[in-house]
């Protein structure tokens, strides 16, 4: 590293390559860090791992279930091999985050190397930390444009006891009623994602609970019993553009898991969402994530095409043939952001001027050659 | 010489300042002065040149423009609840307080958040929407009185914060207004938002990087049931071990309050809280969520604590006692001010396991240096805050008093903890910033706030100590005879 910032080489920071396509792509000497694996301390107690950066995500699993633990943030490993080190520094995370937390709300430590070669600790191994800036969360998310990460310390917990899906028949305006309403209420809900009508299916509502079994069923109960119904949504944005009132009519399925790391067929479907593999995401074109408040109505009018709600309404999976400019223009106005993914990795929106240059003096202070996955981020970050 | 070039830079940013703020916005006199002179932390103490209070987000432009101009540093300040000194004055710079801007601007039910200014007080943004069902997580022990802009600046915590998060978790969206008086948004109204996380590294930067002029904060639904228990050791080992078995039970409770007995002897003096005065060590377990969740987990932690050998074993039966057993835990810092004419406050964090030799470690140190000590500890996270009573008004006890506050905070490091959890290091830790972090990386951290901050105008000289600073700290720790951490490069 230090030899690559005296000669200004660029690197290209690579694991497993399973999240090429989550940024932009960069072509520097790679630098492969799939073989500083392992995990360097792991106390079931403490809530607390730390794993070196290549260690393959499976494996860090694996350990965490042995003792009933688990990533609450769910994250999308998108290939086999994905390592720790890619989940974090693309800060992806699963179906689980509008109810637990991203993948930066569960990072308390980082050790890193900077642009400059310098090896640097920051954040620790305890909950909670104010000393010195948060740069361990700065890393989650910045794709390895700010440092190289080895090791990292995640706040864990506990796998929940019991684990039981709903899938209601429901169209895509009245889900986002009810995943607010749901939300709005202290339920157990661990999942909500709604999916559009296929030639096969109608449109439908997946609910995920999870916790001890005499929760989940009492919320089980309290959701079939439409208790939800009576409630009048108190509001004031979108009174004026409530959709017709259609109520939750069928439950079609139920699908208990209760069995810890049950491989179900609910079990199948949440993991299939958060690998983007259900039959939703494999036909090939533009992909949008449109990451948007959650009760935002349904983009219908303004942008044709097929959308898949996760989050409880907050990200939005968008096929759709209006054009980059409508979309992202459509998005920002709900006070949210776009992203594009194709065949040659994603577009974020772009970033407003002021924005954009304190991004580069970000940038700067930890990588001043730019050295560090060059342009994978933004052009000139 | 200085004094009256000082007093001529005064008036000269009084006039440029009355020209777009009121005058009873532009506090000069030193007794309009007097009131800003500390925070929480009242041993530290300065006026500051001036005391701005703008209303409207172009005033604080305003204000940060002419500043830049004239290279005056800048202090933000809040409610002045800190109990770092962050919030300190300098002599030479303007504080910046935020206390006109209260209004909660927007709540919106729908998607769970609300849009208020800084000076808002934490409680109050509960208390706004109490009537929905919802309300904010982060409980700092002073939200009657903190402000949420405070609250941000040093990603305050509370009791709530092994299940909650601390505010990093809790807040969506930051307005920024940079030293240069350019204003930004960082976060967005949905769940993240494109680039680096900027919000998470504002969040606790203490007022370093740009001043909050507004904060975007989630609401939670509230629980539908709560319960707490009161657990009484006869050991203090046996408690820690209690609290590992808990949370190794899959249980991870709302709040989880460990209190030794000096701590439990001032408050229930104080409080009447009915806790065990002969215990060695207390601990209170609040549980939350679903009526059958709540009751499932009762029976559960009441076993566990049983296991653990606790001597007593308590539910609180109604509503009035939970209250009760919690006044005791709230009123510890109050209760052992009572008993001592002064009480220093320490905020170090460590790995739950690490409790016991911790504890030894400051029963100690609390010998050696002849100044008893009462323990309250967020047991769940690792956040002890030792109280160490002392008399300022007795030669050389503070300074005896700040000196073993730094071993214990040394102590935590070196069992992999940190200086501070939730209370932040502001102008008081800045001595133990040095042990925790090496030279490479608090240079790191200079540049980071540079890439905000060029030329070093906000909150100097508080949170990231120079490396010039560290080297003069050093000099001190090797008169003492002893260099904490020798393999540490020093300047």
């Given amino acids: 590293m230090q030899q690559a910032f005296a000669e200004k080489q660029a690197l290209r920071i690579s694991g497993s390559g399973s999240k090429l396509l989550s940024g932009r792509a960069v072509s520097a000497l790679p630098l492969d ?69 991203a993948a930066r709300d569960f990072t308390l430590g ?45 706040k864990v917990l506990p796998q929940p006891a019991c684990e039981h899906t709903l899938v209601i028949d429901m169209d895509a305006a009245t889900a986002i ?20 009508a296929t030639s096969q299916q109608t449109a439908q509502l997946y609910l995920r609970l999870s916790g001890a079994k005499e929760a989940v069923m009492a919320a089980v109960a309290f959701i079939k019993n439409k208790k939800l119904k009576n409630k009048k949504l108190k509001n004031r944005k979108f009174r004026n553009k409530e959709p017709e009132n259609k109520q939750p009519t069928t439950f079609v399925t139920e699908n208990v898991t209760e069995k810890k790391n049950g491989d179900g067929q609910a ?22 994530r449109l990451s948007v408040p959650p009760a935002t109505p349904v983009f219908h009018e303004t942008l044709p095409g097929e959308c898949l709600l996760d989050w409880g309404g907050a990200q939005r999976w968008l096929k759709t043939d209006a054009s980059a400019d409508a979309v992202r223009a459509a998005t920002e106005k709900t006070g949210g952001h776009a992203t594009l993914l194709n065949q040659h990795g994603a577009v974020p929106a772009p970033l407003s001027p002021v924005l954009a240059t304190m991004h580069r003096q970000v940038k700067m202070a930890f990588d001043p050659e730019g050295i560090l996955n060059p342009g994978r981020l933004y052009e000139g970050l | 010489m200085q004094a009256e070039s000082q007093s001529v830079l005064a008036n000269q940013l009084v006039t440029l300042f009355r020209q777009f703020l009121a005058a009873g916005s532009v506090l000069s006199r030193e007794e309009e002065r007097r009131p800003y002179e500390c925070d929480g932390l009242s041993v530290y103490r300065q006026l500051p040149l001036l005391v ?39 002599a030479d710079g303007v504080l910046l307080s935020l206390a006109k801007f209260s209004r909660i601007l927007d709540i919106d039910l729908q998607n769970r958040c609300a849009r208020v200014q800084p000076g808002v007080r934490n409680l109050a943004i509960s208390e706004a929407v109490a009537a929905h069902n919802l309300y904010y997580a982060p409980d700092p022990s002073s939200q009657i009185a903190c402000s949420i802009g405070g609250n941000v600046a040093e990603n305050a915590g509370g009791v709530h914060c092994l299940k909650y998060g601390l505010t990093v978790h809790n807040i969506l969206k930051l307005e920024i207004v940079t030293m240069e008086g350019e204003r930004l948004t960082i976060g967005s109204d949905a769940l993240d938002a494109p680039g680096f996380d900027l919000l998470a590294l504002f969040t606790g930067s203490e007022g370093m990087l740009g001043v909050i002029v507004e904060v975007t904060v989630k609401l939670l639904p509230k629980p539908e049931a709560v319960q707490v228990l009161l657990a009484a050791f006869d050991d203090v080992v046996k408690a820690g071990d209690a609290v590992g078995k808990i949370i190794a039970g899959g249980i991870i409770p709302a709040g989880l309050e460990m209190m030794d007995n000096p701590a439990i002897r001032a408050a229930e003096a104080f409080a009447r809280a009915g806790y065990p005065e002969d215990a060695v060590a207390i601990l209170l377990c609040e549980l939350d969520g679903s009526q059958q969740d709540v009751e499932v987990q009762v029976g559960q932690v009441k076993m566990i604590l049983q296991d653990c050998g606790a001597t007593d074993v308590r539910v609180a039966a109604s509503a009035t006692e939970r209250e009760k057993f919690w006044k005791g835990r709230k009123a510890a810092f109050p209760a052992v001010g009572r008993i001592s004419p002064d009480y220093y406050c320490m905020d170090g964090t460590i790995p739950r396991h690490q409790l016991a030799k911790v504890l030894e470690g400051i029963a100690a140190l609390s010998e050696e240096y002849s100044l008893p000590v009462a323990n309250v500890f967020h047991a769940g996270d690792g956040n002890l805050h030792p109280l160490i009573l002392f008399d300022a008004s007795r030669p050389g006890e503070l300074e005896r008093t700040e000196a073993m506050g730094g071993r214990i905070l040394d102590l935590c490091v070196a069992v992999g903890g940190t200086i501070t959890g939730e209370h932040g290091v502001g102008i008081e830790k800045i001595e133990q910033m040095c042990h925790q972090f090496s030279s490479a990386e608090l240079q790191q951290m200079h540049a980071l706030k540079a890439a905000f901050d060029p030329a070093g105008l906000l909150n100097p000289g508080k949170a990231v100590p120079t490396l010039h600073r560290c080297a003069e700290f050093g ?9 904490p951490f020798p393999e540490l490069e020093r300047f």
């Avoid at chain 1, 958060?274 to 949008?288: C, I, M, Q, S, V």
């Avoid at chain 2, 209070?53 to 290279?71: D, F, G, H």
């Fill in chain 1, 33 to 101: 860090i799939t073989m500083h694996q392992g995990i360097v301390e792991y106390v079931p107690t403490e809530l607390v791992i730390t794993a070196r950066a290549g260690t393959p995500l499976q494996e860090l699993e694996s350990v965490l279930a042995e003792s009933g633990q688990m990533l609450p943030f769910e994250p999308p490993h998108l290939g086999e091999g994905a390592t720790l080190g890619g989940t974090i520094a693309c800060g992806l995370s699963g179906p689980r985050r509008p109810y637990a937390g």
């Fill in chain 2, 52 to 90: 701005v209070l703008p209303e409207t987000v172009e005033q604080v432009q305003q204000v940060l423009r002419i500043c830049s101009e004239y290279k005056v540093p800048v202090v933000a300040r809040g409610a002045g609840t800190g109990l770092s000194g962050g919030a300190l004055p300098l």
């Fill in chain 1, 177 to 196: 009623i009810t995943m607010t309403q749901l939300a709005n209420v202290a339920l157990p809900l661990t999942a909500a994602c709604h999916l559009p």
């Fill in chain 1, 110 to 154: 980082t050790r890193i190397i900077n642009g400059r070669g310098e090896l640097l600790r920051f954040g620790g191994q305890v909950m909670k930390n104010v000393a010195g800036y948060d740069v361990s969360r700065l890393m989650v998310g910045a794709q390895g444009t700010l440092g190289v990460l080895l090791d990292i310390s995640l």
């Fill in chain 2, 475 to 483: 000099a001190m720790h090797v008169h003492h005879g002893e260099v």
């Fill in chain 1, 267 to 288: 079990c199948a479907f949440w993991r299939d969402l958060r690998e983007r593999r259900l039959p939703f995401f494999t036909d090939a074109g533009a992909l949008w």
